[in-house]
């Protein structure tokens, strides 16, 4: 340790040139890139996308999509998109993956989408020979999706059918149209393209696991470690300073599944892993301190908090109770000391980045304000007026798998607790948790970090019927109504005014007990090229960011790591 | 007329009762266990107490005073939600008084069922359900303990279970010792060749004099008990929060907030090692004072 102390003093004033802009440097090719990721705590939960399991593209590095991120248009390019929302893109940052080209086309109203050429499945023992990438790949993959009986219910209902129009073009046909259209099938959480011959050998086998994608999974080992392996013949590149350099350059990725935080922070501090993707803002002064050389980005949360109330079970189906339960916990004073300053109080379920769908506090109704306020006086009074006059307590079911969580949630308790409202708190294993929302067996009170995925999903999938993320349970047809004049609404102007009205709406409902949303931070070594803190060019999805990526290895060894 | 001379006798030192010999010889003889013994009512006292005596509520927060170092107002500092940590340290004796002595006393009651009929009864009995203890000591405590609650879930009264399970299982090994030397021992006989039954020798005869090792075990299970129930608060299968054990006192905000304010894992740490090493200081010393085969010795 003394020694890399001593090997990175001199070192220090020579890491500002090195980390500068990666135009300085060629690309190295090689070594192993070590990451502990934003799902730090949590292995995959399935690598069949039929499973409709949030974290397919997280964890399938092998797989690809239609329609992805530019990183050309990153902010690291000289461009304005910072690549960290967990799903939404503005429709300029995006470009086509496996699609080269698209066109939307009228009567009958359809997208034709021509395939990029070229592009091989690699060869995989018991699975597949080498072949090409074509047109009946992404036919069989949408019905395979659209059959799955894990499948959304009407996640699809605006695809008439989807036809090979070619060897290399396919083209949906639209019932009408749909705002998501390209974010559900092109580069969403369940848009990844496989072959059928992975679905005939067991497509939720991580042994078979096989795509077209920059690396493919060569070790799993549950709550452990994911890694994955160049595929080396990945058909994309990379232009750094004129010059086309084949992807991707590092030989490895391994993800580290590591649940405790002061277990990450020590291996980002010794450099046994290169990148720590979400770091709490409580460990980042004593990270700087002891590890300067580290570089930094810091991003508001794409995911809220809240404590979610069954509005189908007493006392949630009362409005007065749940907005009682919003006056009582102070917002700004979790902000501003829970927090250090380090959170925004209102953020979700529109975020901030959302530009025109997003509505600051002080633009919103004066009902939607109280919310956020702090004022156990009148939750008392609201508490008396619904029946509660002295409180009531109730169960809150909580992932153990959330040490932020398991942390904030006392907090809430205590808050409850004066204004006479006593909750039981149940910490569970995350797939008990996650099963116990998605079968609405979930207790009364469920506290929750969901992403927010996009302007229109974030409300979408929360506050319509039959969705997989709705733990409050509220929804009412002229809500779903307005949903479904939103996603047909073409002209993104106008949707963005009815995505607002809905927000206030729902705002005001109060389902949830609102929470504050923290600024997290991203750190790697500056041995790590090519990069800038970007999270995801698709729905959580890394794959090509980490493409990118390169080893500056002599500066590794010359730093003593 | 002679005079009658009246006999004098005397006086005989006033006998003492064995609970008070035992005290004054422990004083005497046994200082650390002595000071293990007032540890440990001090302990007790706080346990007992601790909603008298504990100046703010276990999950009374204010955030405007979290990670306030120890002060005159609050003596051992706040944690991230400004609890008072003192508090929390008198609620969470109060939690391992209840968990410590619930699950030692299942666990002893455990131990002494299945040691005395085990060690009585002998034969086929005592074969097969040795095997059975030999399988359970096999096992991993920790990854049993991990499994059982990871099925029940965290909580209390699960944790008091299983404790109590692990504990009186793996004890009736030293019960059933103690009862296989005391059942040769001529006044069982006796009591048998008189036509006591089974019960009544079990009772009358072998549980008086096998109490002093059980003793013992109780009083060294009360610290494991302890010390495992951190262990599990520790790992997040422990009670859950906000009830303050000292276990997840340290493996929560302690853990987290250790560079910051390092007053947070500090008191329930010295919490935990004061009491457990009292507990077993104590448990020294009563064995040293209990058995006879350790008199003399000191």
């Known amino acids: 340790m003394k020694r890399r102390l001593l090997a990175a003093a001199p070192l220090a004033a020579a890491f500002a040139i090195a980390a500068g802009p990666a135009s300085a440097q060629k690309p190295q090719y090689g070594g192993n890139l070590e990451i502990v990721t934003v799902s730090s705590t949590i292995s995959a939960l399935s690598f069949d996308p039929g499973d409709y399991a949030w974290k397919t593209n997280h964890d399938n590095l092998h797989f690809e999509t239609l329609f992805v991120g530019d990183l050309d248009k990153s902010i690291r390019r000289g461009g304005k998109y910072n690549y960290r929302p967990d799903a939404w893109f503005a429709d300029e940052a995006l470009k086509g993956e496996l699609a080269e080209s698209w066109e939307w086309k009228q009567n009958p109203l359809r997208v034709e989408i021509k395939l990029r050429k070229g592009i ?14 074509v047109s009946d790949d992404v036919v069989a993959t949408f019905k395979r999706q659209v059959s799955s009986p894990k499948a959304f219910k009407d996640y699809y209902y605006y695809v008439d059918r989807i036809e090979a129009t070619d060897r290399h073009a396919v083209t949906f046909f639209m019932k009408e149209y749909h705002a998501d259209w390209d974010y559900r099938f092109g580069w969403g959480y369940y848009s990844a393209i496989y072959p059928q011959e992975l679905v005939k050998a067991g497509a939720g086998n991580w042994k078979n696991a096989v795509g077209t994608g920059p690396f493919q999974l060569v070790d799993y080992v549950q709550g452990n470690s994911q890694t994955y392996a160049k595929n080396p013949i990945y058909w994309d590149k990379d232009k750094i300073e004129g010059t086309e350099y084949k992807l991707p350059f590092v030989d490895r990725v391994t993800y580290r599944i590591m649940r405790d935080e002061t277990t990450q922070h020590t291996a980002l501090r010794t450099g046994k892993i290169d990148i720590l993707e979400s770091i709490g803002w409580t460990a980042v002064d004593s990270l700087k301190k002891s590890a300067p050389q580290l570089q930094w980005s810091k991003w508001l949360n794409y995911s809220g908090v809240f404590l979610s109330m069954r509005v189908d079970t007493k006392p949630f189906d009362d409005i007065r109770v749940r907005r009682a339960l919003n006056l009582a916990v102070n ?231 | 007329m002679s005079a009658v001379v009246q006999p004098q006798f005397e006086a005989l030192p006033r006998q003492r009762g064995p609970v008070a010999t035992f005290f004054i010889r422990l004083f005497r003889e046994k200082p650390l266990g002595a000071i293990g013994l007032v540890v440990v009512f001090i302990f007790m006292f706080c346990g007992l107490f601790a909603d008298l005596i504990a100046p703010f509520g276990m999950n009374q927060i204010s955030p405007a005073n979290r990670l306030k170092p120890p002060s005159a107002r609050f003596w051992l500092g706040t944690d991230h939600l400004g609890r008072d940590i003192l508090s929390r340290i008198l609620y969470g004796a109060q939690l391992s008084v209840i968990i410590g002595f619930a699950a030692a006393t299942m666990a002893t009651v455990i131990s002494v069922v299945v040691g005395i009929v085990t060690g009585y009864l002998g034969g086929k009995i005592d074969l097969v359900m040795q095997r059975l203890v030999d399988a359970w000591m096999s096992f991993p405590e920790l990854i049993i303990l991990i499994v059982v609650v990871s099925v029940l879930g965290p909580g209390m009264w699960q944790v008091i279970f299983v404790l109590g399970l692990t504990f009186g299982i793996g004890g009736s090994r030293i019960v059933r010792g103690a009862v296989v030397s005391v059942r040769e021992n001529m006044y069982v006989h006796a009591a048998q060749s008189m036509g006591a039954g089974t019960p009544r020798v079990l009772m009358q005869h072998i549980l008086p004099n096998i109490l002093p090792p059980v003793i013992v075990l109780f009083t060294t299970r009360v610290g494991a008990v302890i010390l495992v129930e951190s262990g599990l608060s520790f790992l997040g299968f422990g009670v859950p929060p906000p009830a303050p054990t000292w276990g997840g006192m340290l493996s929560g905000s302690g853990r987290t907030y250790m560079y910051m304010a390092p007053w947070l894992a500090l008191a329930p740490g010295l919490a935990i090692t004061v009491v457990v090493y009292a507990i077993n200081v104590l448990g020294d010393a009563m064995r040293d004072l209990l058995d006879p085969r350790m008199r003399g010795s000191r």
């Open chain 1, 331 to 561: 917002q700004v004073e979790i902000a501003k000391e829970y927090y250090g300053g380090n959170a925004e109080v209102f953020a979700y379920p529109m975020h901030p980045d959302y530009i025109g769908y997003f509505e600051p506090l002080d633009k919103m109704p004066d009902s939607v304000k109280e919310l956020f306020t702090y004022n156990p006086t009148k939750a008392k009074q609201l508490l008396r007026e619904a029946g509660y006059p002295n409180g009531f307590s109730f169960k809150v079911q909580v992932c153990s798998c959330s040490p932020d969580n398991m942390e904030l949630l006392p907090l809430v308790a205590g808050y409850l607790e004066q204004v006479g409202v006593k909750i039981e708190i149940q910490p569970m294993e995350y797939g008990a948790y996650l099963s116990a929302m998605t079968t609405g067996k979930h207790a009364a009170g469920y506290f929750m970090t969901n992403g927010h995925t996009n302007p229109t999903r974030s409300l979408h999938k929360s506050f319509t019927p039959g969705q997989l993320w709705g733990p409050s349970m509220w929804s009412k047809p002229e809500y779903t109504a307005k949903m479904d004049k939103a996603y047909a609404t073409q002209n993104e102007t106008e949707r963005q005014a009815i995505i607002r009205e809905m927000t206030r709406e729902i705002l005001d409902e109060a389902p949830y007990i609102w929470l504050p949303i923290q600024y997290r931070y991203t750190a790697w070594w500056p041995w790590v090229k090519n990069y800038d803190g970007e999270l995801r060019v698709g729905a959580v999805k890394p794959g090509p960011i980490y493409a990118r990526i390169w080893l500056d290895q002599e500066l590794k060894k010359k730093m003593g790591y």
């Open chain 1, 120 to 133: 091989m499945w690699p060869a995989k023992a018991g699975v597949m020979d080498s072949r090409e990438f």
